[in-house]
């Protein structure tokens, strides 16, 4: 497994690379954001490790700008500054997940091992041939090529968006709350302080719903979001 690890601080790069080559992880230190992107973009990780407060780019600008390129590959975002906006912020870049610092070494290894099993980069599965296509009503989601359309328009989602998207397909006409959406898509236990999970409902019933008579994305009050198949009947 080839880790990709972003960090100014020598002593935390050090212990983090130490620690995880141990573990038979092949480790490539970065010790700024501009350098760090141009190895993120010119080779291939199993997974990012992106620290926020960076120089000549930060962590944010970073992870927003390997999500133009990559929508696949996880990224773990360590940050000094453990309040909810902060950690909003990073998840909202792009990020899979998030590590306060200071940190035990245990723990961000359990990051690591759930990130890359959770990734697609991390199995060992062979590859399917054909297109993988999820379908809701005139809407077409083609997983492999990572993109949607609807009523033949084009629909441009983040990586973050699609990924939404794709979880609303594959369990159409069911109500998902809030605790599952927020651990499927971030990896993370629900945070009622925080209303992330709504905040990208909306930015995907913006692109898919809005300009369409048909909506498929609704609220259950008091349970959370359904996607309805206009083919199906009523509730």
Not at 76 to 92: H, R, Y
Not at 126 to 136: F, G, I, N, Q
Not at 138 to 154: A, F, M, P, W, Y
Request: a negative charge; proline letters at 2%.
């Amino acid at each position: 497994m080839k880790i990709l690890l972003v960090e100014d601080e020598f002593q935390i790069s050090e212990f983090i690379k130490k620690g995880l080559n141990e573990r038979n992880y092949e480790v490539i230190v970065a010790a700024d954001g501009k350098t760090g992107l141009e190895i993120a973009t010119s080779d291939t990780f199993n997974l990012i490790i992106l620290d926020l407060m960076l120089p000549k780019m930060n962590g944010i600008e970073v992870c927003k700008n390997i999500r133009m390129t990559n929508y696949e590959v996880p990224i773990l975002m360590l940050t000094a500054l453990d309040t909810t906006d902060d950690k909003v912020k990073g998840l909202n870049a792009g990020a899979d997940d998030y590590l306060a610092k200071p940190f035990d070494f245990s723990e961000l290894e359990a990051r690591v091992k759930a990130l890359i099993r959770r990734s697609s980069l991390g199995s060992s599965q062979p590859e399917e041939t054909e297109h993988r296509k999820l379908v809701a009503g005139d809407l077409i989601c083609d997983l492999d090529n990572k993109q949607v359309t609807r009523s033949g328009k084009e629909i441009q989602l983040t990586a973050k968006e699609f990924a939404l998207l794709e979880l609303f397909l594959k369990n159409k006409n069911k109500v998902l709350d809030r605790a599952t959406i927020a651990e499927k898509i971030w990896g993370l236990t629900f945070d009622s302080g925080t209303n992330i999970v709504d905040v990208y409902v909306n930015y995907l019933r913006k692109k898919v719903d809005k300009e369409f008579d048909t909506k498929l994305i609704h609220t259950r009050v008091g349970f959370g979001y359904i996607l309805k198949d206009e083919e199906a009947p009523s509730a």
